[in-house]
Structure formats: C-alpha cells, structure tokens
C-alpha cells in the first residue's frame, strides 16, 4: 500500500551543442557521465561530467560540464548516417568509461591514464558492426551481439572469450510443449464447436508474428547475479527469440512464439522474471518470460488508442536495481510501476524534454546501487531524480484515525478506511476514478477531504466516513496548476480540512511551496527556494498546527527541516528547525508536545531512526507517530513502542519481546500502514502484500488508561476484557480516583456479574509497578502533555491490604443498594483476603430464610460451612451440633447418604447406597420411598441386581391392582 514519493527532481536544459545520446552513473561520487553526439553533421563525440550537486538556472550548452575527453568518431559502415554509442558504461574503480558504437568500436577513456596508457583508446572493433552491448551486473563480461547474426563474450581485459552465432536450429533448444489444436484457419468454429472446447485450451496458439511496429532492434538484459544472459532478437526476419545463454555462453532455453513481440527486454535482478513488450490490436502489454522461456503473467499498459501509435510506438523496460519498480519508457516518458500481490500499479509518470529531429530514445539508467535514482537524458535535458517508498494515510490521532489510506494506480485512486472496512490489497474499499494519472495524494485533518495532485491541476473530495456503508468520494473543487512545459508538481500537503499546500518545480531551479485556501480559492506563494536549495519533502504535523518541509541549503549538505506558519492570508513565517539530526533523512513525522515545544521524528535510507538529533535505532524499516507513541519496525522483525517525550527522555525497549510489552515480534519483512489508537489496533504489510491488523498491548495499556483518564471505566473494563488485560490496572492506575468512582464504576459496567467478575479478579499485586511497569509513560513534574498543561503525578495509594480497601470500598458503596446487588456485596465479603465468610452469610441471612439457608449448607456436603451457617442463622446448638457430630464420624459416602436422606433428597440417597454396595438395603428403601423406576435405572448393567429389582416393582403394581403393568 506504499506509493513512490519524488523526493528530488534535477533537471537541467541543454541548447547550442551536440546532443545528448547516452548517460550513465559513477557510483563513486554519484555524478551523471554523459556522450554527446556524434550526428551526421558534426561527427565529434564528447564525454562529459555532471556532478551530483550542480544546479542550472537557465538552459545550458554542454560545454558548461566538465569536459573528459573529446574526438572525431565517423561511422566506419556506409550504410549509417553517423555513429551512435549503444552503450556507455563507466568504472568507478578505476575511473575509467567504456563506450560501444554502432560502427563497431569498443573504446575506452581513462580519466586519469597511467604511464604508457592512452587517455582514448580503441581497444577493439567488430567490422560488420555492433546491434546491441550490455556489462554483465559484476563488470567482468562484456556482452554484444552483431549484425552478424553473433553472439560474443568479451572480459573486462576485452579478450574474446565466446563466440556463438545465431541459426534457426536454437528454437529448438526449449522442446515447448504445444497445448492448442494448430491453426485457428483449419478449426472449425462454430458455437457448439466452441461449447464442447476443453476450457485449460486457448483459442489461439501464437506463432511468433512480428509486431507492425518493431523496430528491429536487439536487446541485452543480464540476470541480476550474472550468471545469465537474456538476447532479444528478430529471427530469420520471421519472428522475435529470446535466447537465454549461461555466463560460458551455453544456450540454456529460448522463448515460446508470442505474437506482436517487440524489441524491449529487461530481467528483473532477482531473477525470477523477465519483461517483454507484446503490442497487440487492440492493447499494449508487458510479458513476462521464465529463464526457461515459458511465458509468466502479463499486465496491460493504459494507454488510450491514440497514445499506441503515437508516443507509445517505441517502448523500452528496465528494472531498478532492487526488484521492486519497473521502467517504462515511452518517447517522450518514462511510467514507474510497481507490483502487489500481483497486481501492478502505475505509481508516477514523468515526462521528458525531447527534440522531434532525434529519432532514437532517450536514455534511462537507473543507479546501480541507490535502488529508487534514475537519470533520464534526452536531446535537449538531462533529468534525475529520486524516489522513496511511503504510505499516504489519514490522522493517527483518535477520534479521527478511521485508517484512511490512499494508494496511487494511474487514473485509479483505491482508498480504503481501514478501521471501518479490511479489503485487503489490491482491492480497495472505494475505487476513485481520475481525470489523469496521479502523482500525490493527501488527507485532511478529519479524514472527511482528500486533495489528489495531477499533472495540471489537484481536486478536492468530500468523503463521508460517517454513512454506512462508506460511500464513493464527491468532487467538491478543482484547482488548476499551471500548463507550461518545465512546471513539474511533486507533493501535496493537507493541513486543517481548508488549506492545501503543493511543491512544485517550474523549471530548473525554481522550487517553491504552494498554498490554496479552499475557502477563498486563493493561492499564493508560501515559501521560493534559493537557486541551489532542495526542497525535498512537506509534511503537515501530527496535530495540524503548522505545516513542515524538509531542504537542503547548499550543495552537499544534509537535509534539515523547517515549519511554515501562516500569521495573516499573504504573509507566511518559516521557522528553520535547529534540531534537525546530522545525516540525510527522507521521511519525518513532526509532534508538537507542548505549546512551546516540539518533536521530529526522521528516519534515513539506512534506517536510523531519529528523534530531533537522538539516535533511537539503527535497523529502522517504518515508523509512525500517534499522540503517546512513536512505534517503527526493525530488520529483526520487531515492533517497538517508545513513548512520545522529550527526545532525551525517550527510551528505547530492548529486543526481548517475551519479557517487553513494548516489543512484540511481527512476521518477516512487515511495515507499518497505520495506527488507529481509538481501537489499539496497528495495520501491517507483508513483502507480498497482504495485510495483518494486530492489537500490540502498548496500544491496548495507552487506551486503557486514556479511558481511566477520561473516567469511561466501562470502556477500560470491557477493553481489559477482550483484550485478555489484568483487570487489577483499572484501581491501579489511579487508586485514589477509582476509590471515589466506585459508584460511578457500578453505574457504568450495570451488570451484576461483569462487577462480579471484577472483585473476584482482585489481587494484591500493583500491576502498573510490576506486569505493566514498562508501558508507561515517565511522569515527572516538568512534564507537559498534549494539551501544555502539566501531568499530575499518580498519588501512591494508601498502605495496607489493596483487595480489603476495594472490596470494603464496594461494600460501603452498594449498602444502600442490596435489593439490586446482593450478589456484588456477598462477593465482596468472599473476595477478601482472607474470605470474610461470616459477614457474607450474616448479609444471606438478614435477607433469606435461615432454614432453608442451614439446608442449602448441608446439601453441599461441607460441614463446617454447615456448622458456620448454624451458628450466624442462631439455631439451636443442642440440635445440631450432636446431628454435625454423628456425620462427621461417618464414612464419606455413608456420610452423603445420611445428609441426602435427612434433606430428602432421596434419589440422591439411592446412588449413594448403590456405591456402597449395600444392595439389600438400596432395595429395602426403594420399596419405602417407591423409587422402584430409579433402582432399576442404576442397576440396568447388573442382570441379576436388576431382576430382583424388577420383580419387587412388579409385586408393587400387583398390589396397586396394576396388573397389565405389572405383566410388562
């Protein structure tokens, strides 16, 4: 559920030059390294540098870069205009750039050439000419292919170590098994035809045809360990092959026939899958290939029928280094997708600065080593930028945390509530269908507005969270943003439910925030970066009070973060934030603590996990901030609570999640969605995209006590209840005020043994010192709290037996109200420590009927509970101390019988004489008492018992003139 964010977007515009042709990185210092040219013109090929850090505020010619090397490159093949560089590579190592021509030569350029070296050299040339090169991910092996029909392996050395040719008898290579029935001209096709057809068949079998718009180009793609190599490549002017070569140059497969192939080929690092490019009649998708060439799912570009022939007519794909996004490059754009639970997403589009009288693409490359960089190089501007992963999600603060999340697909916008409705991706809830792609996505302060950023305007939406169930969103407005070519919106920010802010770039150097308010439909300008400042992201805080943005001054510094404050509708206050840590963080959550004080929360690429410039962690993978926590993930797949303080007062739970209520394991590879703490609930993701809701006890204890705060015991009770909570935290807490509230307490729970349950649940153990000690918050005098007033220290409670003082506190409290709670008052008479049995049955007494209570004793076959109740109901000693005397000097089960006889209960007597063995007599008191049925019942196992028996009950119903009976 996480959308790509542009945190950073250079662009700078070239005139009067060469034009660009090729562009890689030099990993070292992070600098772009450029060819311009040659055309057929001015045949000259340059090698420039631009640094990582240089900023153009006007359009440039390339001599404005530093210039490496320069030299005449004509085309050595008649059948070419001009040169043109396939590939450029640079080593970092060695400072040293690789470039492969069209024509044929291989040529290096040595920054700094040692002793006896060339500065330009040509270290080899293939004379029929060269269709396609590709470094092997490890920078060992040289891959090209000719227009030969040839394969080579050339090392870094470049000495040729393979030479395969191309023939048709490769098809071969991969026996795929054909699972449809020939040609669709020799089927017969008519309906019952069609009804009858094996379902697992497809209709059609693909015979490789080419696609009308293939450029007859040939691709190489390496697998991410380099130990394959994938070459896309048009076979006997027939059909598109993709070969699949293993690092020694044996073929290992070739793909099955797929018609309308075309030329783009990319092989995703991690190997499981490579993308191809299939056009059809009617659509454009992109294939995936196994390394064994079997196809593997497709998903559909969403073009309309005029951008297919049009912008999309020459398509190229390339992986980013780490799996997760996928380059599509169009002529004059470039789409990023990413996939889900197999559903891939168009997350950003970007478009590029081409010139019409340039036929080939543009470059892309994607940074070898930072996973989300990419340069894009056209003609007339070179591009870069850089993206991070996060989630657009609504309020953590309750009431307001519904779990409202936003994720980007095109023209698609799925929001889901989750706290109202679990749709896991990549279904959503809500599915909002867009004027054109977007590119961010904000919610307001209630959750009740989302602001969605496009490409030449952003629009308002009213969601009503309060109807069931939730209803599609409503444009309420439209705001338009201006249509020149260089204006580039990045993010937008809500703050309140009426102002909007969006960061946008109109042109090279010209950053500025952007602030509408929906009211009155004005816009003005909030804040203009210098010419060398980067506004990398904004942010509004966790409360709303201000909205907050995050920069980099000069070049080469460090990101630091800055708030802006609206003092009167045209003047704005920036408040630069002198706590900012000392390294680049990409992604911050500000809270304000106190009217006068604040915290930012900011977390690196690397995961270090800051609090102003406190290190809290190191292994950070997610973070979120609510009003009392700041809770992140780590690579050890833990969940961790720290309370939210003072950076210096923040302390970090150890990874022992058996012993810590403030750590709790997650499953592998989980992240943080959203935290709804009205529910203590946490939503995360797993790599593959599912999503788990858990409820971690810091969560569940903070809303506990919120509830004890606020006086709602019943919420803190129930809550202690399904959440499996010793219920000994509600007096805990806060014994002094739960001792006042004992009538407010009965008031609210109502029912008898919901109270019950809580008396018998008492013990002795402070559970906020000993179980619960860790989750909560240091409390000092100094500390202020959401609201800027003091937090009052909890009053210790009074000493002496804590059960006895509840229970005598209910007691006193539910006096008045016995007729109700007889039940509560008894069970607080039991529950203390030791059982106040006396004064419970005292209580019994008083109300009910002292016989019958004496009887109820002794029918439970506890004598001294017996003998307890004789004494507090008065009966006379003399009658039934020497009777408890006779039983107890009895056997136990002769003892039952004498208890069960005396109270009557005569069916009960029998069992028990039957126990004992004592047949003659069992039978001597069914004939006094009749219970002849009940005898035969206990002996219906015992044959000759149970004839005996049954011969006594049928002289019984002879006697009583019940003959027919008696026969029976």
């Known amino acids: 559920m996480r959308n790509l964010k542009n945190v950073r977007l250079a662009e700078v515009q070239l005139q009067n030059g060469l034009p660009l042709t090729a562009a890689a990185w030099d990993t070292a210092s992070d600098a772009i390294i450029c060819t311009f040219g040659p055309t057929a013109t001015n045949p000259v090929l340059e090698l420039r540098r631009k640094p990582h850090d240089a900023y153009f505020s006007d359009p440039v010619s390339p001599e404005t870069f530093e210039c490496i090397a320069s030299w005449d490159a004509p085309c050595p093949l008649p059948d070419l205009p001009c040169d043109r560089v396939l590939s450029l590579h640079y080593f970092a190592d060695n400072l040293t750039a690789c470039l492969v021509l069209e024509g044929g030569d291989i040529v290096i350029v040595r920054e700094e050439p040692l002793p006896g070296e060339d500065k330009i050299e040509i270290v080899g040339s293939v004379d029929v000419g060269i269709t396609a090169a590709a470094w092997s991910p490890d920078e060992e092996l040289l891959a090209l292919t000719t227009t030969a029909n040839t394969f080579l392996y050339m090392t870094r050395e470049f000495e040729n170590v393979a030479e395969i040719t191309f023939t048709p008898g490769d098809l071969q290579a991969s026996q795929h098994v054909s699972v449809g029935w020939g040609k669709r001209e020799t089927q017969f096709q008519g309906k019952r035809a069609k009804a009858l057809r094996d379902p697992t068949v497809p209709e059609k079998v693909d015979e490789g045809k080419l696609s009308s718009y293939d450029d007859g180009r040939t691709t190489i793609t390496?697998?991410?360990?380099?130990?394959?190599?994938?070459?896309n490549s048009i076979e006997g002017g027939v059909r598109r092959a993709i070969r699949v070569y293993s690092r020694e140059g044996t073929l290992d497969s070739v793909s099955e026939p797929v018609d309308g192939l075309e030329g783009a080929l990319s092989w995703r690092p991690s190997g499981n899958l490579i993308a191809g490019i299939q056009r059809l009649d009617d659509r454009i998708n992109v294939v995936f290939f196994e390394r064994n060439g079997l196809r593997h799912g497709e998903?559909?570009?969403?073009?309309?029928?005029?951008?297919?022939?049009?912008?999309?007519?020459?398509?190229?794909?390339?992986?980013?280094?780490?799996?997760?996004?996928?380059?599509?490059?169009?002529?004059?754009?470039?789409?990023?997708?990413?996939?889900?639970?197999?559903?891939?997403?168009?997350?950003?589009?970007?478009?590029?600065?081409?010139?019409?009288?340039?036929?080939?693409?543009?470059?892309?490359?994607?940074?070898?080593?930072?996973?989300?960089?990419?340069?894009?190089?056209?003609?007339?501007?070179?591009?870069?930028?850089?993206?991070?992963?996060?989630?657009?999600?609504?309020?953590?603060?309750?009431?307001?945390?519904?779990?409202?999340?936003?994720?980007?697909?095109?023209?698609?916008l799925k929001l889901t509530p989750l706290r109202l409705s679990g749709v896991p991706p990549p279904m959503a809830h809500n599915e909002l269908a867009l004027d054109s792609n977007a590119i961010d996505v904000a919610f307001s302060k209630t959750g009740t507005r989302i602001a969605v950023l496009m490409k030449d305007h952003f629009s308002i939406y009213l969601w009503s969270l309060k109807t069931r169930p939730v209803p599609m969103p409503i444009l309420e407005s439209s705001y338009p943003l201006s249509d020149a070519r260089d204006s580039r919106p990045r993010q937008i920010a809500f703050l309140n439910d009426n102002e909007v802010y969006i960061l946008k770039s109109n042109g090279p150097s010209n950053t500025v925030i952007e602030h509408t308010a929906l009211e009155t439909r004005e816009t003005k300008v909030a804040y203009v970066a210098a010419d060398t400042e980067q506004i990398v992201s904004i942010f509004a805080s966790l409360g709303h009070e201000a909205l907050w943005f995050s920069h980099v001054g000069q070049p080469a510094q460090t990101i630091t973060y800055s708030a802006i404050a609206k003092l009167s509708p045209d003047d704005f206050q920036v408040m630069p934030w002198d706590q900012s840590p000392s390294v680049d963080t990409y992604w911050a959550k500000a809270a304000q603590i106190s009217e006068t004080e604040n915290?930012?929360?900011?977390?690196?690429?690397?995961?270090?996990?800051?609090?102003?410039?406190?290190?809290?962690?190191?292994?950070?993978?997610?973070?979120?901030?609510?009003?009392?926590?700041?809770?992140?993930?780590?690579?050890?797949?833990?969940?961790?609570?720290?309370?939210?303080?003072?950076?210096?007062?923040?302390?970090?739970?150890?990874?022992?999640?058996?012993?810590?209520?403030?750590?709790?394991?997650i499953e592998r590879g989980n992240r943080l969605v959203t935290v709804m703490p009205s529910t203590f609930s946490v939503v995360l993701q797993a790599p593959r995209?599912?999503?788990?809701?858990?409820?971690?006890?810091?969560?569940?204890?903070?809303?506990?006590?919120?509830?004890?705060?606020?006086?709602?015991?019943?919420?803190?009770?129930?809550?202690?209840?399904?959440?499996?909570?010793?219920?000994?935290?509600?007096?805990?807490?806060?014994?002094?005020?739960?001792m006042e509230c004992i009538l407010l307490f009965v008031d609210q729970v109502k029912r008898i043994d919901l109270i019950d349950e809580f008396l018998s649940r008492l013990k002795e153990e402070d559970v906020s010192q000993t179980l619960y000690k860790d989750t909560?918050?240091?409390?000092?005098?100094?500390?202020?709290?959401?609201?800027?007033?003091?937090?009052?220290?909890?009053?210790?409670?009074?000493?002496?037996?804590?059960?006895?003082?509840?229970?005598?506190?209910?007691l006193a409290a539910l006096e008045k109200r016995s007729d109700t709670n007889m039940h509560n008052l008894i069970t607080a008479h039991v529950c203390k420590s030791p059982p106040d049995l006396e004064s419970g049955l005292q209580l019994v007494a008083r109300l009910r009927d002292a016989h019958r209570l004496y009887d109820t004793a002794l029918g439970l076959y506890d004598l001294e509970l017996t003998l307890l109740v004789a004494q507090q109901v008065q009966r006379d000693p003399r009658e039934y101390l020497p009777f408890l005397r006779k039983l107890q000097q009895l056997p136990e089960l002769r003892r039952y019988f004498e208890i069960d006889n005396y109270l009557g209960r005569w069916n009960k007597a029998l069992k028990h004489l039957h126990a004992l063995n004592a047949h003659d007599e069992l039978r001597e008191y069914a004939t006094k008492h009749v219970l002849y049925k009940d005898a035969i019942d206990i002996y219906k196992y015992q044959p000759e018992q149970l004839r005996d028996t049954t011969h006594l009950y049928a002289n019984y119903l002879r006697d009583e003139s019940k003959h027919k009976e008696a026969g029976i």
């Open 222 to 231: 390496w697998r991410g360990d380099g130990a394959y190599v994938a070459v």
């Open 299 to 412: 998903f559909t570009l969403r073009l309309t029928e005029e951008e297919r022939p049009t912008f999309a007519s020459n398509i190229s794909l390339s992986w980013n280094v780490d799996s997760t996004v996928l380059a599509v490059q169009f002529q004059e754009r470039v789409q990023f997708w990413t996939m889900g639970n197999y559903h891939y997403y168009l997350k950003q589009e970007i478009s590029v600065v081409t010139a019409p009288e340039y036929p080939h693409p543009f470059s892309f490359k994607w940074h070898p080593e930072r996973t989300l960089s990419f340069v894009a190089g056209a003609s007339e501007s070179i591009l870069d930028g850089d993206f991070v992963f996060d989630v657009s999600h609504g309020s953590t603060t309750g009431p307001k945390d519904v779990g409202a999340v936003a994720v980007l697909d095109g023209k698609n």
């Open 599 to 665: 915290v930012l929360i900011s977390l690196s690429r690397t995961g270090a996990l800051y609090a102003n410039k406190t290190l809290l962690a190191k292994n950070c993978t997610s973070f979120l901030v609510t009003e009392s926590h700041v809770l992140f993930t780590t690579s050890l797949h833990l969940l961790k609570f720290v309370h939210l303080t003072r950076a210096e007062d923040m302390e970090v739970p150890p990874d022992t999640p058996e012993t810590d209520e403030r750590c709790r394991a």
């Open 689 to 738: 995209g599912n999503i788990e809701t858990i409820y971690p006890r810091a969560l569940v204890l903070a809303g506990i006590r919120s509830f004890i705060d606020r006086k709602d015991y019943r919420s803190a009770f129930l809550t202690c209840r399904s959440q499996m909570v010793d219920m000994n935290l509600i007096h805990d807490y806060a014994p002094d005020q739960f």
């Open 776 to 810: 909560l918050p240091t409390r000092k005098s100094d500390v202020t709290g959401q609201n800027g007033l003091a937090i009052p220290i909890i009053k210790s409670a009074k000493k002496g037996s804590k059960v006895n003082r509840i229970c005598d506190g209910f």
